[in-house]
């Protein structure tokens, strides 16, 4: 094979030299449109073939984009915000211009204000020291704000090329997507391949906006601060949301738990008489016990269904102490947020090592 091709799924150069290398074909006549077998048996078969390729592999290639004088579309996800984030964003992308949009707005309940969702991302953003151009709401699945979206990358592109980043799972190759069956008419057949496993797209992959200029969808960051990069590829789909999520309320008494599965807990140590709301997948199942029994509760392992391996007691997990004076998120990442209010109190969270716990403001 003399002529690059890419395969328009995932963005590898097709090879028919290694099966167990990335773009790999089985040896038979190339066209300039093809899906390599890793993308193939994804979409047909719903079957992922690992790669070799690392988080420093990704960052490679994102880092190339600082060489550029581009319009950067940086997506994050509403549902698991900070778990969206790129570290270090900024020193990879130079100084070319941000346009940011805060995906899976049908994950968030309808009640929630638009514009109250805009601010609190903006502010975010501010906090990073992140100053985007724009920040649009927008759902990729439901083409929300398509139109606006459409009309502000071609005003701040400035017949530039486009580049669209984010982390594993954010919502990339469907939006990409979605938007060229909007705009384009694009057969089914030559889309970005999609699917809920981190890593499907592997390198940059190209779609024409003019003669002159592209829109290149990258390969998602890897997340290793996510409870997503804890779990089983198997249990992905208890505890990544595909449709709006139902705040479910506990009435909390001092020294109660909360289990989320097998996955975190939550302790109430000290406070008042409490109401929280979860807003989690409604796959994921949300356990009450009081204190003194739930370290019991987890090691027994009787009723709890989604584990880690790797822990084998609750003590093998990292705890996180919070104090609690205003209206506030406990957000764990990759799995969901918690919504106290201002009554005063202390919580401690468990989770695996490595996965991000903070407070925040709250989202709802």
């Excluded at 198997?234 to 506990?250: A, T, W, Y």
């Excluded at 020294?255 to 008042?272: T, V």
Aim: net charge neutral.
């Amino acid at each position: 094979m003399n002529k690059e091709i890419r395969c328009y799924g995932c963005g590898a150069i097709i090879q028919n030299n290694d099966q167990k290398k990335i773009g790999y074909v089985p040896k038979k006549t190339i066209d300039d449109q093809i899906l390599c077998q890793r993308c193939f048996q994804l979409r047909h078969y719903h079957q992922l073939n690992e790669t070799n390729l690392t988080k420093d592999d990704y960052l490679k290639i994102l880092q190339t984009i600082g060489d550029k004088d581009c319009l950067i579309v940086y997506i994050v996800d509403l549902f698991d915000f900070h778990a969206s984030l790129i570290q270090g964003l900024i020193r990879h992308i130079g100084g070319n211009d941000i346009y940011v949009l805060a995906n899976k707005r049908d994950i968030i309940p309808k009640s929630v204000n638009n514009t109250k969702l805009e601010h609190w991302v903006r502010r975010q953003f501010k906090n990073e020291a992140i100053h985007p151009v724009d920040v649009k709401i927008t759902s990729g699945l439901k083409k929300l704000n398509f139109d606006e979206i459409y009309e502000d990358i071609e005003k701040y592109r400035k017949n530039r090329d486009v580049y669209v980043v984010g982390v594993t799972n954010v919502g990339k190759s469907t939006f990409i997507n979605s938007l060229l069956k909007h705009y384009a008419d694009v057969n089914d057949r030559y889309l970005i391949t999609v699917s809920e496993f981190p890593g499907t797209t592997l390198d940059l992959i190209s779609i024409p906006l003019d003669e002159d200029t592209f829109l290149y969808d990258s390969p998602g960051i890897i997340n290793d601060y996510s409870m997503t990069h804890y779990v089983s590829l198997e249990d992905l789909q208890f505890i990544l949301p595909k449709s709006e999520i139902r705040p479910i309320n506990f009435q909390l008494h001092e020294k109660q738990s909360l289990y989320f599965s097998g996955l975190a807990r939550m302790d109430y140590i000290e406070g008042q008489f409490n109401s929280i709301t979860c807003y989690c997948s409604k796959h994921l199942q949300i356990h009450r016990t009081k204190m003194d029994n739930a370290d019991g509760l987890y090691n027994r392992h009787k009723t709890l269904k989604l584990e880690i391996n790797g822990i084998e007691t609750i003590d093998d997990m990292k705890k996180h102490e919070f104090l609690i004076k205003e209206n506030c998120d406990i957000y764990i990442a990759g799995l969901g947020f918690i919504k106290l209010n201002g009554k005063g109190g202390k919580i401690r969270v468990y989770a695996p090592k490595g996965v991000l716990v903070i407070k925040r403001e709250a989202l709802i």
